[in-house]
Structure formats: C-alpha cells, structure tokens
C-alpha cells in the first residue's frame, strides 16, 4: 500500500477531505515541487529524503496516524544462502542505515 493511500485512508476514517496541487509517480519532481513551494507540503518516506532535506531547509515531520503503521521495511535473503562478500556489506550498510534513521 503506497503513503498516499495510506493518507486517504487516515482522511476518511476522519471526515477529512484532501485535493492535491500536484501528484507525480516521480519522487524527484515532488520534492522538488516542495522545494521551490513555500506552502506546500509532501508526503515522502523518510529514508528517501532525509540525507537531503535539512541541508535543503526541509523540515521533516513523522505522522502519528496509527493507518501509516501498516507498512514495514525489510532486508531479506534466503535461508542458508552464502551472500557474495559484496552484498553482505550491502546489507550491512542497509540495515546501518535503516536503524539509523530512527
């Protein structure tokens, strides 16, 4: 389920109604909407913007809404599979990363 669905979701268990000034599959052309936006406001994973956005005058702000639980971020690889040394530091760096960000 994508963050925008999630949004709609949390909107309409609360009688809200949302109209959007810009949609794009494209993460790139929404942030860079918000950037050059001074009103505007994204809806974007935090682990695929926050390297950028400070230094970018972005504020970042987590939604408590209870629906955004419903999604979860894993690293998975198969049982008992020997990882090329490669990928091992890959996933090394990717989970450094994800715990990180919390």
């Known amino acids: 389920m994508t963050k925008r669905q999630l949004f709609d979701i949390a909107c309409s268990f609360r009688g ?7 949609t794009s599959q494209s993460l790139g052309a ?7 936006s001074p ?5 974007c994973g ?7 956005a400070r230094a970018d005058g ?8 209870p629906e ?3 999604r979860s971020l894993q690293v998975q690889t198969m ?3 020997a990882l090329p040394a ?8 990717l989970i450094n990363e994800i715990q990180s960000s919390d």
């Open 86 to 93: 490669a990928v091992n530091v890959f996933v090394k760096y």
């Open 30 to 36: 929404v942030y860079r909407f918000t950037q050059m």
């Open 79 to 81: 049982a008992g599979r």
């Open 16 to 22: 809200l109604s949302f109209a959007p000034a810009f």
């Open 39 to 43: 009103d505007a406001v994204a809806l």
């Open 58 to 65: 972005l504020v970042l702000i987590a939604m408590a809404e």
């Open 68 to 70: 955004f639980r419903q």
């Open 46 to 52: 935090y682990l695929a913007v926050h390297s950028r």
